[in-house]
């Protein structure tokens, strides 16, 4: 039972456009959500979060937006740089779980120069 | 801050050996994590750690998986005997509380059973 999803295993984009992620979840007690970064041979490394009380986090080049009633987030990457191409985890947490965090299972994205 | 450590990077076993792999948190850092990454699984917790005390082992595959944590400092995954299935990158995470529910990881440690 998958609860945080990510139905896109790869995505390719041509660098200076965007890039956009996708990520479903179906528990509706999670009330924060986090996107990783890893590059091969590395582990995950924090990205962005966002509380669920907003729909929107930005830094920098980088976006959450937050779609509550359709459980849905995305991370949006503006511009794209070849140096972003990775694999991209959403996660998910609520209270109860004692801040466990439930991983999607990731999208490769490659940033074409 | 030197950042999750973990060791080895890479550790090949013949199924049935004993394997151990070893992580030492952020110093401060509350909480551990134990997560196992394969190509069909994905990212899967195995057990966290709450200062040193585990807390939650529901993820842990099997009876020849266990872990410890003897000090704030250090803990360890073995797998004893080890099976191909085995196969698969092992990650440590840490966290500090209070603050941010993000996790910070290890380089993790790439295990091969044959």
């Known amino acids: 039972d998958q609860q945080v999803k990510q139905n896109s295993p790869s995505l390719s984009v041509q660098e200076g456009r965007i890039s956009i992620l996708n990520c479903d979840y179906t528990n509706s007690m999670f009330d924060y959500f986090l996107w990783y970064k890893k590059y091969p041979a590395e582990g995950p490394t924090f990205l962005i979060s966002i509380s669920s009380i907003k729909d929107k986090n930005e830094d920098g080049r980088f976006t959450v937006f937050l779609n509550k009633s359709a459980k849905h987030l995305s991370l949006h990457i503006v511009p794209s740089q070849p140096g972003d191409s990775a694999v991209y985890f959403c996660a998910a947490t609520f209270s109860g779980s004692a801040r466990q965090l439930t991983f999607g299972s990731g999208t490769q994205l490659t940033v074409l120069p | 801050d030197a950042g999750v450590i973990q060791s080895p990077r890479h550790e090949v076993t013949e199924m049935g050996q004993e394997v151990t792999l070893r992580c030492k948190p952020i110093?401060?850092?509350?909480?551990l994590f134990w997560y196992r990454q394969t190509m069909m699984r994905g990212l899967e917790l195995l057990i966290y750690?709450?200062?040193?005390?585990?807390?939650?082992d529901s993820g842990m595959p099997e009876d020849r998986f266990s872990a410890k944590m003897p000090n704030a400092s250090f803990s360890t995954l073995k797998i004893q005997p080890s099976e191909p299935r085995d196969s698969a990158v092992y990650f440590c995470?840490?966290?500090?509380?209070?603050?941010?529910?993000?996790?910070?990881f290890g380089p993790g440690t790439r295990l091969t059973v044959t």
């Open positions: 110093s401060g850092h509350d909480y």
């Open positions: 995470a840490s966290r500090a509380s209070p603050g941010g529910w993000g996790q910070y």
């Open positions: 750690f709450n200062n040193n005390v585990p807390i939650d």
